[in-house]
């Protein structure tokens, strides 16, 4: 059994092909596999940087490099951008750098279509620029769209990244060189955390875990357990900052690294996250079909009511969360 960093708890593990049949699962039927049309997705202001985005965002990390085959990983990319999946997300320490390897190789021919974020670990400045040089030369590109500060663990990781010297100050500069669009900070566990680094700072946009299952999880002093109060978890701590600040949001996790599959349709955990008021998800797609089946459900999105949210939270039952929010609290991102 496998919950978070204790090994025990609520879900069985899940091997390389179960994950890829699970996720299939719930999917709406589409056309054969490349005779889907090309054309735009619907489209959202990434917050108050004058960027329009695609609601679907390509998620290019631990589901990406499930690619073993290089040409196919290219195939992938080119059929997402293909269909107007053309927001690619990846990350500096992605694969050790494969993942913007492989983005760089389809770069080269088709920067001018794509929406590019990358996201940094580095957590001083010094070390940041070095980053930012190496990931512009393995996308081949001399800027970005968005540049995230990658995966804020905390209170004292933001004290890390905001103190003099601190990463924080490469973005800026990236962002007043014009190196960067757009910064921004991405978080997977610590909504309090991230609560306080968007009010304290410039930020742009920001990338969170939101999903059906991580709604409503709260600390307390008797330790974390789902709550019924609106202002907990990611939802009700940090998106409204975000929202109010007028910042672009990319929800990330919306099947919960696969903890919710089998919990509710994969079709009604992605509703659930772009009916947030959110710019985009972003979708790790580990299969050319899967590209496909999402780029259709992108176009046919219909936003689901808020009464409908809360019935699919209240339906994923307490041990399927805290065994999530315990797994995303010890996660290292790919």
């Known amino acids: 059994m496998r919950a978070g960093g204790d090994g025990t708890g609520w879900l069985p593990r899940m091997n390389r092909r179960q994950f890829l049949e699970a996720v299939a699962v719930g999917l709406v039927a589409t056309p054969a596999l490349g005779s889907l049309p090309s054309g735009k997705l619907p489209t959202r ?3 108050r940087t004058g960027l329009h985005v695609p609601i679907l965002g390509f998620g290019s990390g631990s589901r990406f490099l499930m690619y073993k085959d290089e040409d196919k990983a290219i195939e992938a990319v080119n059929r997402a951008i293909d269909l107007g999946i053309t927001y690619i997300d990846t990350a500096h320490a992605y694969g050790d750098g494969k993942s913007e390897e492989r983005i760089g190789r389809v770069m080269a021919s088709r920067r001018k279509e794509v929406t590019l974020a990358t996201k940094l670990t580095a957590r001083t400045a010094d070390e940041a620029r070095r980053q930012i040089e190496l990931s512009l030369k393995r996308l081949r590109t001399d800027h970005l769209e968005v540049l995230h500060i990658h995966e804020l663990k905390g209170i004292e990781d933001l004290a890390a990244i905001e103190a003099r010297g601190g990463v924080l100050e490469a973005l ?11 910064i921004g900070i991405t978080c997977h566990a610590q909504p ?7 009010e304290r700072h410039d930020f742009d946009c920001t990338q969170m875990a939101l999903n059906a299952g991580l709604a409503r999880m709260a ?3 008797g330790g974390i357990k789902a709550t019924l109060m609106g202002s907990s978890g990611f939802e009700g701590l940090a998106l409204p900052v975000a929202t109010r600040k007028r910042m672009g949001v990319i929800a990330m996790k919306v099947f919960g690294q696969e903890q919710l599959i089998g919990a509710a349709s994969v079709e009604s955990l992605l509703t659930y996250a772009l009916s947030l008021p959110i710019s985009l998800a972003s979708v790790g797609m580990p299969r050319l079909e899967h590209i496909e089946h999402n780029a259709v459900f992108a176009r046919s999105f219909v936003a689901m ?16 969360k805290l065994a999530m929010h315990q797994f995303f609290r010890d996660h290292q991102d790919a």
Do not use: C, M
Request: net charge positive.
């Open 45 to 47: 202001a990434l917050g």
């Open 172 to 182: 800026y500069e990236a962002r007043e060189q014009k190196t960067t669009r757009a």
């Open 192 to 198: 309090a955390a991230l609560r306080t680094a968007l």
């Open 219 to 221: 600390d307390t002093s």
């Open 305 to 320: 009511p808020a009464r409908e949210r809360q019935r699919l939270q209240e339906s994923i039952e307490s041990g399927r």
